[in-house]
């Protein structure tokens, strides 16, 4: 047995809110990406073929590619199959990434309390007309998903990627991708793949819609008053479902 501390490869896919029997089918098949079994680019074995050979049910499993695919392990092509993009050459066990593996839910959301209204505040103050624009048209790309949870999720990020940029501040655009980072690990994605529903996105773009006017409009106060709530409501729903 190896008794050494385990690297950001081995932790890439440990989650703090996953089942143990899902944790169980992310360790095998994770295992067998690193070591190839499944080598860059080759399809893996159908939902219902890995159910079989690994014992569990196919939502294990889909809930279990569900994160590898949040951590850019595979990619799934509707249609298609789920793809190996894993490669060992590019990871990095920089600390930043380190920090980002090892947030939980909970921490991410503190995070997110400290950094957003200041970020909101200052891309009221900072952000120009182009920015209000390119704003505008990720706006219009967030009420153009109507079930697609994933591309929901890129959408939101691109969304709030250029409120942190457009706060003309390059430290806090840092911290805030850092905070992106660890959103996008397993626990956020199997939630909201659980209760992202399609009302649920309308809800969310309805949101969205207030805070975009109130920014494009220069309400400071609209628009920080706004987040400081919307964070409430993401609060409630994490520790509804933790």
Known sequence: MNDNPPTITSQIIASHSVGATVQVVLDRLFAQIKN???????????????????????????????????????????????????????????????????????DHLVVRGILEPEMVRLAVINMTPRDISDLERLMSEIEGVRTDVLEFIKCEENFYRKIATGTRNPLLASCYNLAIESCRTSFRTTLLRRHLTPKRILDYQQRYNVLFNAIASRDVERAVEFIKLHLIEEQKLLLQNL
């Open 36 to 106: 190839e079994e499944y080598p860059l680019g080759t399809r893996l074995p159908s939902e219902r073929a890995l159910a079989a050979e690994l014992g569990v049910a196919r939502n294990t499993v889909r809930e279990a590619l569900d994160v590898l695919e949040a951590r850019d392990v595979i990619n799934r092509r509707p249609g298609s199959g789920s793809f190996v993009t894993y490669q060992s050459e590019a990871e990095t066990e920089s600390p930043e990434i380190a920090v980002a593996f090892e947030t939980s839910p909970l």
